[in-house]
């Protein structure tokens, strides 16, 4: 998988726009909630240990997700999830697992989110940064001014991660 490649062009992207190069429960008034994934069972809170980077807003965040789509589109394979953003400021990011059977327990969906923190990791943005083998796909998230993630397995489990 070109995952790396991915990550290391969405970094790229996402922060070339800038001037500067767990208890997440769905709410009643979650109007996602039924559309694009059913009530999260399970939920969590995340302490990021990174601030939001300046300049992080509804653009990047987009372009964000555009970029990493389209890195999966490039692959001779068809995508095993789909990433987009939600909300007002596409504040939301939402992650769906497109094949039956895959990704579809909070421990596949955890390795999903493992595998993401090692390429994140890999990305030279991380690497410069100190103590950045402690950061995770969650931190870069927050980097980009997501509040949430939810993961879904597009069928009937749905996990919600708030980043604080």
């Known amino acids: 998988m070109k995952l790396y490649r ?40 995340y302490e990021a240990r990174v601030p939001v980077l300046p300049g992080s807003d509804r653009k990047r965040r987009i372009g964000f997700v555009t970029v990493m789509t389209n890195e999966m589109l490039k692959n001779p394979y068809p995508p095993q999830f789909a990433i987009f953003a939600k909300g007002a400021e596409a504040e939301k990011l939402i992650i769906t697992g497109l094949n039956a059977n895959s990704y579809d327990t909070l421990f596949r969906a955890r390795g999903l989110f493992a595998i ?13 940064q100190p103590e950045s083998d402690r950061f995770t796909f969650f931190d870069l998230a927050k980097l980009l001014g997501f509040s949430q993630i939810t993961y879904t397995d597009g069928a009937s489990f749905a996990h919600q991660i708030e980043l604080r």
Do not use: C, K, M, N
């Not at 290391?8 to 922060?15: N, R, W």
């Not at 993401?116 to 410069?128: D, G, K, M, N, S």
């Open 6 to 45: 991915l990550l290391a062009v969405t970094l790229f992207a996402g922060f070339a726009l800038s001037p500067l190069g767990a208890s997440a429960v769905a709410q009643s008034g979650d109007r996602h909630v039924g559309y694009y994934y059913p009530a999260p069972a399970t939920s969590e809170i």
């Open 116 to 128: 993401l923190t090692a390429v994140a990791r890999a990305t030279p943005f991380f690497q410069e």
